[in-house]
């Protein structure tokens, strides 16, 4: 498979500089979904915020107390609850007496649609899922953190997941996974909403920026473009997805496979949950049905 950023290659654990007041600790958790592993993001100089801590992992929690050093740590930013970004927060916290900002707990910012969904029993998913994860401050769209030499505006940006935050400091914007420069993102059903993933996507779409810095890969020193792809890219699997069903009801899994003829095997129980969050969404828009009752491996039909 191509490396889609051959150019991004950073030592796990080192703190690197990005911008002035900014430097980004590699995480030593690479993986098909990580890509190089999770960014954790220092944000200031004598007083920091850091943001999303990453997994429960020794060795990244002593590479980011050694980027610390005697600095203040001030607040501990969580994008969204998966396992890959909120655990080390909790032990993170207790070691800087610092307190934990998140839009919710695992469970909230899920649109009424999963929250039946998942209240039903109807759709499985929930990989990754951080379920422990609480952050002792709740942070509501537009709340704003303030601290020596810098300041940060949180926005709800859900889709890739319900409790899902990005953190805008001036024009840069820490966006969690809901844009990253090489993959898309996952939506995986209930936890992901692709109406809700796209509406956050456009929003974005009208704000200006100067870069993104995700949680995974490099910084996108284009945002604008790289949202234009994404909402290009879900419309044209949209159609894939209704084209393939011309031909008669589908699975999401008969459907990715149909769809993602250029996805490793390993990647393709992702592509498929992708395919369940177009249907429920086609769903949604009275586009396409389940054949019988609603769940993750149900056909689907035209409408």
Not at 35 to 64: C, K
Request: aromatic share 6%; glycine share 8%; hydrophobic share 40%.
């Amino acid at each position: 498979m191509r490396d889609p950023q051959p150019d991004f290659r950073p030592i796990p654990g080192a703190a690197e500089t990005l911008a002035p007041g900014l430097r980004r600790v590699l995480a030593p958790n690479p993986s098909p979904m990580t890509f190089r592993g999770t960014n954790t993001y220092l944000l200031g100089e004598s007083d920091l915020a850091i943001i999303d801590p990453g997994p429960l992992d020794m060795q990244h929690l002593t590479a980011i107390l050694d980027a610390i050093g005697s600095a203040r740590v001030t607040a501990i930013c969580v994008t969204h609850a998966h396992v890959d970004h909120s655990p080390l927060a909790k032990t993170l916290s207790e070691r800087v007496d610092a307190p934990i900002y998140a839009f919710s707990d695992a469970q909230g910012g899920r649109s009424a649609v999963m929250q039946d969904l998942a209240q039903s029993g109807l759709v499985g998913g929930g990989e990754g899922v951080d379920a422990a994860f609480r952050p002792d401050i709740c942070l509501a769209d537009g709340d704003e953190l303030r601290s020596a030499g810098w300041s940060l505006r949180a926005i709800h940006t859900p889709g890739h997941f319900g409790n899902h935050l990005s953190f805008a400091w001036d024009t840069t914007l820490f966006c969690g996974d809901l844009v990253m420069g090489w993959a898309s993102s996952l939506v995986s059903p209930p936890d992901g909403d692709l109406t809700d993933f796209m509406a956050s996507c456009r929003r974005l779409r009208d704000g200006t920026w100067s870069v993104f810095h995700s949680g995974h890969g490099a910084p996108i020193t284009a945002p604008q473009e790289r949202l234009d792809w994404l909402i290009r890219h879900r419309l044209s699997r949209e159609t894939a997805v209704l084209e393939a069903l011309e031909t008669g009801p589908a699975t999401s899994t008969e459907l990715a496979q149909r769809i993602y003829t250029d996805t490793p095997t390993p990647l393709m129980p992702a592509a498929a949950r992708n395919v369940l969050a177009h249907l429920i969404d086609l769903y949604g828009k009275n586009r396409v049905s389940p054949v019988e009752h609603l769940s993750a491996d149900a056909p689907f039909e035209l409408t």
